[in-house]
């Protein structure tokens, strides 16, 4: 993984894959009646996929095959091309010097301009390059799976699905809670995500509903895998424990969540200031910074 762009936390789901391991940093609360999960293991985490409506029937079976293997086939090329620990992968290859820059695949070359473009974008906080001048796209492209994931999901004519590939979240459209309202007619009719404490994994800090423009949410920090994310000042530890970052777009939410962690609180100012965006910021001694949006 590389310094700063790589800074996503391993969460799990709640549901189906609980068995798999422990629940991390960002998930999707359980309990949605009329919605169909999915769970697959991609990119050395859980990816869970949840499409609306129950899918009982043998038309349910072939669905959750399509978007299965749809979502699959995504993460899979993604990793294919942009493993460092896939010693065939291109960037594997360009790493080495086996191929130039310039030779490479014209995905791969746009991949590493967007990651160019928020280096700029974060004064440098976030960064494609190792500290030995290697490229490593990690911190970006789980999101551009998950992106394309989606945009599979939409192909297959599904209207309202949601995405969680350890942690980072991207939803569309609305959840079927019909029956759910049976129950609690006051619950939520957006897909809702539970931030959780890095301090007690099986504490909540907030459930929040994904709404319009803010569909998709990312969260980065130390809690899970220690302090794996290079700040600006060498041995200056961040700030941060864990930031969580709700955004219009899943790159987005990604990107920030990891630049904040890096920046500290003057990178969390200049982000506020400058994108579309709520935070949650769970301070390295347990205290807590929220935006507006996320102080209700």
Not at 52 to 73: E, F, K, Y
Not at 114 to 133: E, I, K, Y
Not at 230 to 239: K, V
Not at 267 to 294: K, R, Y
Request: glycine fraction near 10%; proline fraction near 4%.
């Amino acid at each position: 993984m590389s310094s700063q762009s790589a800074a996503q936390t391993d969460a799990t789901i709640t549901e189906s894959a609980a068995d798999e391991a422990t629940m991390s940093a960002t998930t999707e609360t359980a309990g949605m009646v009329g919605v169909t999960a999915i769970t697959l293991q991609a990119m050395g985490t859980v990816v869970s996929v949840r499409l609306n409506g129950g899918l009982t029937d043998s038309r349910g079976d072939a669905v959750r095959q399509s978007a299965q293997a749809a979502v699959a086939g995504v993460f899979g090329r993604w990793d294919d091309r942009f493993s460092l620990y896939r010693p065939g992968s291109e960037l594997s290859r360009v790493a080495r010097g086996d191929i130039r820059l310039t030779e490479a695949s014209r995905q791969l070359r746009d991949c590493y301009a967007l990651a160019l473009h928020w280096r700029d974008q974060t004064d440098g906080v976030f960064t494609p390059h190792r500290a030995d001048g290697v490229i490593d796209l990690s911190g970006i492209v789980k999101a551009l799976a998950i992106r394309e994931a989606g945009a599979a999901l939409d192909s297959l004519g599904q209207d309202a699905w949601s995405i969680n590939a350890g942690g980072d979240i991207l939803v569309s459209g609305c959840p079927d809670v019909t029956f759910a309202r049976r129950l609690d007619p006051l619950v939520d009719p957006d897909w809702v995500v539970a931030l959780v404490n890095p301090l007690d994994r099986l504490d909540l800090l907030a459930t929040v509903p994904l709404r319009a423009p803010l569909r998709a949410v990312a969260t980065s920090g130390s809690a899970e895998r220690g302090e794996h994310i290079w700040t600006p000042a060498p041995g200056i530890r961040s700030p941060f424990r864990q930031v969580s970052v709700l955004a219009a777009d899943i790159v987005t939410a990604d990107v920030l969540a990891t630049a904040i962690v890096a920046g500290g609180e003057p990178m969390l100012n200049q982000c506020t200031a400058s994108a579309e965006i709520e935070v949650l910021a769970v301070l390295q001694g347990g205290g807590l910074l929220a935006t507006p949006g996320l102080r209700r």
